[in-house]
C-alpha cells in the first residue's frame, strides 16, 4: 500500500503561480495529477513515467503547468504558473497506473487533494 500526502493548494489571483507538491511513501511507476471541480468529473491534468523521466499533459494546461519528480523524497511537483479561473479544483495525485494515464480509474493509490482556487 502507498500512501500519498498533497500539499501546497491555496487560494491566488488569476496570473499567479502555485507548486503543488505530493509525497508517496513507496516507488510506483506513474505519479500523476487530476483535478475535480463541483458538479464536474475528475479530469487528468499530467503525469509523469518514472522509469524514463518522460512527462505528459492535459491540453488545457500545455505550456503553463510542469511535472517533476525529486527521486531522493519520493516527491513529485506540480508547478502552475498563469493560473486561470477555470484551474480552480481539488487537485489530487495519484499513483501506479495500469492503463491509459487519461483513466481515474487506472491508477491505484490516490491522495486526499489540495484546494487551488483562482480568483479573476
Known amino acids: 500500500q502507498v500512501q500519498l500526502v498533497e500539499s501546497g493548494g491555496g487560494s491566488v489571483q488569476a496570473g499567479g503561480s502555485l507548486r503543488l507538491s505530493c509525497v508517496g511513501s513507496?516507488?510506483?511507476?506513474?505519479m500523476a495529477w487530476f483535478r475535480q471541480a463541483p458538479g464536474l468529473e475528475r479530469e487528468p491534468v499530467a503525469a509523469?513515467?518514472?522509469?524514463?523521466?518522460?512527462?505528459v499533459y492535459a491540453d488545457s494546461v500545455k505550456g503553463r503547468f510542469t511535472i517533476s519528480l525529486d527521486n531522493a523524497k519520493n516527491t513529485v511537483y506540480l508547478q502552475m504558473n498563469a493560473l486561470k479561473s477555470e484551474d480552480t479544483a481539488m487537485y489530487y495525485c495519484?499513483?501506479?497506473?495500469?492503463?491509459?494515464?487519461?483513466?481515474?480509474?487506472?491508477?491505484?493509490?490516490w491522495g486526499r487533494g489540495t484546494q487551488v482556487t483562482v480568483s479573476s
Open positions: 513507496g516507488s510506483t511507476n506513474w
Open positions: 495519484a499513483a501506479e497506473l495500469r492503463g491509459t494515464w487519461t483513466r481515474p480509474q487506472d491508477f491505484r493509490y
Open positions: 509523469l513515467f518514472r522509469g524514463r523521466g518522460s512527462t
